[in-house]
Protein backbone atom coordinates (compact mmCIF):
# COMPACT_ATOMS: atom_id res chain seq x y z
CA UNK A 1 0.00 0.00 0.00
CA UNK A 2 1.44 3.40 -1.04
CA UNK A 3 1.13 5.83 2.25
CA UNK A 4 0.86 9.97 2.13
CA UNK A 5 3.16 10.65 4.68
CA UNK A 6 3.14 14.45 4.43
CA UNK A 7 -0.69 14.08 4.56
CA UNK A 8 -0.50 11.77 7.65
CA UNK A 9 1.90 14.50 9.15
CA UNK A 10 -0.78 16.95 8.60
CA UNK A 11 -3.24 15.46 10.12
CA UNK A 12 -1.94 14.36 13.21
CA UNK A 13 -0.36 17.93 13.72
CA UNK A 14 -4.26 19.05 13.70
CA UNK A 15 -5.57 16.23 16.20
CA UNK A 16 -2.38 15.95 18.81
CA UNK A 17 -0.84 19.02 21.24
CA UNK A 18 2.58 20.00 20.16
CA UNK A 19 4.47 17.76 22.53
CA UNK A 20 2.93 14.87 21.12
CA UNK A 21 3.20 15.99 17.65
CA UNK A 22 7.41 16.15 18.51
CA UNK A 23 7.19 12.79 20.10
CA UNK A 24 5.51 11.18 17.25
CA UNK A 25 7.76 12.66 14.71
CA UNK A 26 10.82 11.20 16.86
CA UNK A 27 9.40 7.77 17.50
CA UNK A 28 8.89 7.48 13.89
CA UNK A 29 12.59 8.27 13.07
CA UNK A 30 13.59 6.40 15.74
CA UNK A 31 11.47 3.15 14.68
CA UNK A 32 13.24 3.89 11.03
CA UNK A 33 16.85 3.37 12.84
CA UNK A 34 15.14 0.26 14.39
CA UNK A 35 14.09 -1.03 11.59
CA UNK A 36 17.48 -0.60 9.69
CA UNK A 37 19.30 -2.04 12.42
CA UNK A 38 17.12 -5.34 12.58
CA UNK A 39 16.26 -5.42 8.59
CA UNK A 40 12.98 -5.01 8.98
CA UNK A 41 10.29 -2.56 6.55
CA UNK A 42 11.62 1.12 7.21
CA UNK A 43 7.91 2.38 5.72
CA UNK A 44 6.15 0.03 8.15
CA UNK A 45 8.45 1.34 10.66
CA UNK A 46 7.85 5.04 10.09
CA UNK A 47 3.97 4.90 9.50
CA UNK A 48 3.21 3.22 12.54
CA UNK A 49 5.63 5.23 14.68
CA UNK A 50 3.75 8.00 12.98
CA UNK A 51 0.26 6.87 14.04
CA UNK A 52 0.94 5.02 17.38
CA UNK A 53 -0.70 7.64 19.39
CA UNK A 54 -3.10 9.44 17.03
CA UNK A 55 -5.32 9.29 19.31
CA UNK A 56 -4.01 10.10 22.43
CA UNK A 57 -5.46 13.63 22.40
CA UNK A 58 -8.83 12.60 22.00
CA UNK A 59 -10.27 13.83 25.76
CA UNK A 60 -11.05 10.57 27.88
CA UNK A 61 -15.39 10.84 28.25
CA UNK A 62 -14.64 10.73 24.24
CA UNK A 63 -12.40 8.44 24.30
CA UNK A 64 -15.00 6.12 26.67
CA UNK A 65 -17.86 6.96 24.36
CA UNK A 66 -16.02 6.59 20.79
CA UNK A 67 -15.22 3.02 22.14
CA UNK A 68 -18.52 2.13 22.64
CA UNK A 69 -19.70 3.59 19.96
CA UNK A 70 -17.05 1.38 17.99
CA UNK A 71 -17.97 -1.70 19.56
CA UNK A 72 -14.36 -1.77 21.03
CA UNK A 73 -14.47 -3.23 23.96
CA UNK A 74 -13.56 -1.45 27.51
CA UNK A 75 -12.27 -3.70 30.35
CA UNK A 76 -12.48 -2.53 34.29
CA UNK A 77 -9.06 -1.45 34.07
CA UNK A 78 -9.12 0.80 30.94
CA UNK A 79 -12.53 2.06 32.39
CA UNK A 80 -10.48 3.66 35.46
CA UNK A 81 -7.92 4.51 33.42
CA UNK A 82 -9.74 5.67 30.27
CA UNK A 83 -5.73 7.02 28.62
CA UNK A 84 -4.72 3.40 28.04
CA UNK A 85 -7.75 3.27 25.46
CA UNK A 86 -5.58 5.31 23.12
CA UNK A 87 -4.11 2.29 22.17
CA UNK A 88 -7.30 0.07 20.85
CA UNK A 89 -8.73 3.50 19.73
CA UNK A 90 -5.78 4.46 17.61
CA UNK A 91 -5.69 0.79 16.08
CA UNK A 92 -9.43 1.57 15.16
CA UNK A 93 -8.54 4.96 14.05
CA UNK A 94 -5.39 3.68 11.96
CA UNK A 95 -8.08 1.53 9.89
CA UNK A 96 -11.25 3.19 9.60
CA UNK A 97 -9.29 6.98 9.15
CA UNK A 98 -6.31 6.68 7.91
CA UNK A 99 -6.96 3.67 5.67
CA UNK A 100 -4.11 0.99 6.81
CA UNK A 101 -4.56 -2.11 5.94
CA UNK A 102 -1.42 -4.08 6.98
CA UNK A 103 -2.25 -6.25 10.53
CA UNK A 104 1.27 -5.79 11.12
CA UNK A 105 1.00 -1.79 11.44
CA UNK A 106 -2.55 -2.07 12.97
CA UNK A 107 -0.98 -4.67 16.18
CA UNK A 108 1.81 -2.33 16.65
CA UNK A 109 -0.42 0.34 17.25
CA UNK A 110 -2.78 -1.73 19.55
CA UNK A 111 0.16 -2.97 21.56
CA UNK A 112 2.23 -0.16 21.88
CA UNK A 113 1.20 0.86 25.65
CA UNK A 114 0.83 -2.68 27.65
CA UNK A 115 3.34 -5.02 25.20
CA UNK A 116 2.16 -8.66 25.19
CA UNK A 117 3.50 -12.14 25.17
CA UNK A 118 5.42 -12.95 21.64
CA UNK A 119 5.83 -9.70 19.83
CA UNK A 120 5.86 -9.20 16.15
CA UNK A 121 9.38 -7.47 15.16
CA UNK A 122 7.23 -4.26 14.42
CA UNK A 123 5.21 -3.92 17.61
CA UNK A 124 8.82 -4.89 19.38
CA UNK A 125 10.11 -2.06 17.55
CA UNK A 126 7.20 0.80 18.32
CA UNK A 127 7.00 -0.45 21.98
CA UNK A 128 10.79 0.30 22.00
CA UNK A 129 11.35 3.20 19.99
CA UNK A 130 8.21 5.05 22.09
CA UNK A 131 10.06 4.81 25.23
CA UNK A 132 13.16 5.61 23.84
CA UNK A 133 12.80 8.46 21.56
CA UNK A 134 15.09 12.02 22.56
CA UNK A 135 12.84 13.48 24.48
CA UNK A 136 11.78 11.01 27.04
CA UNK A 137 13.43 11.96 30.09
CA UNK A 138 11.93 10.21 33.04
CA UNK A 139 12.02 6.69 32.78
CA UNK A 140 14.90 5.12 35.16
CA UNK A 141 18.07 2.93 33.48
CA UNK A 142 17.36 5.44 29.89
CA UNK A 143 20.95 5.04 28.82
CA UNK A 144 21.27 1.52 29.30
CA UNK A 145 17.92 0.64 27.37
CA UNK A 146 19.04 3.02 24.77
CA UNK A 147 22.03 1.03 24.26
CA UNK A 148 20.75 -2.39 24.65
CA UNK A 149 17.55 -1.29 21.89
CA UNK A 150 20.11 -1.50 19.44
CA UNK A 151 21.88 -4.85 20.00
CA UNK A 152 19.23 -7.42 21.75
CA UNK A 153 15.17 -6.24 20.81
CA UNK A 154 14.06 -8.88 23.14
CA UNK A 155 16.12 -8.01 26.03
CA UNK A 156 15.06 -4.76 25.73
CA UNK A 157 11.42 -5.71 25.99
CA UNK A 158 12.20 -7.17 29.44
CA UNK A 159 14.00 -4.27 30.95
CA UNK A 160 11.21 -1.97 29.91
CA UNK A 161 8.20 -3.98 31.10
CA UNK A 162 10.20 -4.88 34.39
CA UNK A 163 11.02 -0.91 34.74
CA UNK A 164 7.40 -0.44 33.82
CA UNK A 165 5.68 -3.42 36.05
CA UNK A 166 7.92 -1.89 39.25
CA UNK A 167 6.93 1.87 38.54
CA UNK A 168 3.08 0.80 38.12
CA UNK A 169 3.32 -1.55 41.50
CA UNK A 170 2.65 1.72 43.08
CA UNK A 171 -1.04 1.11 42.33
CA UNK A 172 -1.46 -2.34 41.56
CA UNK A 173 -4.80 -2.49 40.84
CA UNK A 174 -4.07 -0.59 37.49
CA UNK A 175 -1.96 -2.60 36.09
CA UNK A 176 -3.44 -4.10 32.79
CA UNK A 177 -3.36 -7.83 32.58
CA UNK A 178 -1.28 -7.73 29.37
CA UNK A 179 0.79 -5.76 30.69
CA UNK A 180 1.83 -8.35 33.38
CA UNK A 181 1.38 -11.07 30.80
CA UNK A 182 4.09 -9.37 28.59
CA UNK A 183 6.65 -9.10 31.31
CA UNK A 184 6.08 -12.65 32.51
CA UNK A 185 6.82 -14.08 29.34
CA UNK A 186 10.48 -11.80 28.52
CA UNK A 187 11.28 -12.60 31.75
CA UNK A 188 10.73 -16.24 31.17
CA UNK A 189 12.65 -15.85 27.45
CA UNK A 190 15.52 -14.00 29.75
CA UNK A 191 15.61 -16.80 31.99
CA UNK A 192 15.99 -19.49 29.50
CA UNK A 193 18.35 -17.46 27.45
CA UNK A 194 20.88 -17.83 30.61
CA UNK A 195 20.01 -21.39 31.77
CA UNK A 196 20.55 -22.58 27.84
CA UNK A 197 23.73 -21.05 27.84
CA UNK A 198 24.84 -22.25 31.63
CA UNK A 199 24.26 -25.57 30.23
CA UNK A 200 26.21 -24.79 26.63
CA UNK A 201 29.36 -23.55 29.20
CA UNK A 202 29.19 -27.05 31.34
CA UNK A 203 29.29 -29.55 27.61
O1 LIG B 1 1.36 7.37 24.95
P1 LIG B 1 2.76 7.53 25.46
O2 LIG B 1 2.84 8.39 26.69
O3 LIG B 1 3.73 7.98 24.41
O4 LIG B 1 3.30 6.08 25.90
P2 LIG B 1 2.45 4.77 26.25
O5 LIG B 1 1.31 4.62 25.34
O6 LIG B 1 3.45 3.64 26.31
O7 LIG B 1 1.92 5.06 27.66
C1 LIG B 1 2.89 5.14 28.69
C2 LIG B 1 2.24 5.07 30.02
O8 LIG B 1 1.41 3.92 30.10
C3 LIG B 1 3.31 4.91 31.09
O9 LIG B 1 3.08 5.92 32.08
C4 LIG B 1 3.07 3.55 31.67
C5 LIG B 1 1.62 3.34 31.34
N1 LIG B 1 1.23 1.94 31.32
C6 LIG B 1 1.83 0.89 30.70
N2 LIG B 1 1.19 -0.25 31.02
C7 LIG B 1 0.19 0.10 31.85
C8 LIG B 1 0.20 1.49 32.04
N3 LIG B 1 -0.67 2.16 32.82
C9 LIG B 1 -1.59 1.42 33.48
N4 LIG B 1 -2.47 2.03 34.28
N5 LIG B 1 -1.65 0.07 33.36
C10 LIG B 1 -0.79 -0.65 32.57
O10 LIG B 1 -0.87 -1.87 32.51
FE1 LIG C 1 0.90 5.84 23.58
FE1 LIG D 1 3.88 7.43 22.36
Do not use: W
Not at 34 to 41: K, P
Amino acid sequence: MQYNIEKIKQNLKRKLNSDRYEHTISVAYIAIALAMRYDYDIKKAEIAGLLHDCAKCIPDDTKLSKCMKYNISISDIERENPYLLHAKLGAFLAMNKYRVDDKDIVSAILYHTTGRPSMSTLEKIIYIADYIEPNRTKAFNLSEVRRIAFVDLDLTMYLILRDTVEYLKKNPKNIDVMTIKAYEYYDFLQKEKSNFLKNEEED
